[in-house]
C-alpha cells in the first residue's frame, strides 16, 4: 500500500472518530439529573429534573411531560414535550442550548448535585406549631370528636402525624389515615405527591429548605378545593417540622 493511500486512509479514519463522538447521544448525559435553568435574557432560574422520558418543571405546573433527543447532522437536539432546543454539553455538569421559537433564547442548564441526605426523610414527622400546642398543658383541648361507624374513641389521632418511607408517605389525623406514593427527585429537594390532608386539601409537593436528623423546612404546595368544580393552588412557606421520637 503507498503512502498517499494510508494517509488518506488514516484521515478517513479520524474524521470517522471524530464524527462518532460527536454523536454521542446526550440523553444519558441529561437522564436522571434535576438541573438549574436559566436564560440569558430571564433572570429567573427554574428547577427541572429530566427521568427516563418524562421532565418535571418544579416552580410551575408542568409534571411528568415527554422528552426526548434526536439530532440532525451533528447537532443534539432536547425536546421537551413541545419545545425544541440545540443542546450541546460543555463540561460534566454544564449544558448549553438554543431554546427555537418565534424568538430564541439562550439557555444554561447546570446538575444539581443532591442537597439533602434522603435517609433523614424516613420516619414519623410532626408540625412544630403542632407539637407545641399538643405539649403545653396550660391550653385546654377540645374532647374527641365522636367517632364514626366501626371506630372507638381510641382510634382518634389529635394531634396530625406524618409517616415518610422511600416511596410513599401517610397522614393519620383524627379518624382518618391518608396515604400517598411520593417521588424524590434527584437533588433530594423536592417531594411530589398526592395526599389529602382533609376530605378536600391535597398536598402535591414539599420543597425541603432545611433538613437534620431531627428537623425539617418545608414550603408546601397544596390544592384546596372550593365546592365540588373549583379549586386553587397555593404554596403555604416556612413549615416547621420535628422528628417524633
Known sequence: MNKPTIFLLLILTLFSCQKNIERIDI???LRGNTFDMTSKS?????TIELKDSTYSVFEYSDRNLPWRTTNFDNTQILVLELRTMAIKQLDENTFNGLLIGVEDYEITLKKRNPKWN???LIGKWVEKESADYYSNNSIPKPPPLPPPPDFTEADFQAQPIYKISEDSISLKTNYFTFNSEI???SSNEYLTMKLYTNLINIDIMWQIKEL???YMIIDKSV???EGSMISTTK???NIELIKKR
Do not use: F, G, S, V
Not at 430571564?42 to 427554574?46: E, F, M, P, Q
Open 235 to 237: 404554596t403555604i412557606e
Open 118 to 120: 434522603k435517609d433523614l
Open 212 to 214: 437534620t436528623e431531627n
Open 27 to 29: 440523553a444519558n448525559e
Open 183 to 185: 417521588d424524590i427527585n
Open 42 to 46: 430571564d433572570k429567573d432560574t427554574l
Open 223 to 225: 390544592i384546596e378545593k
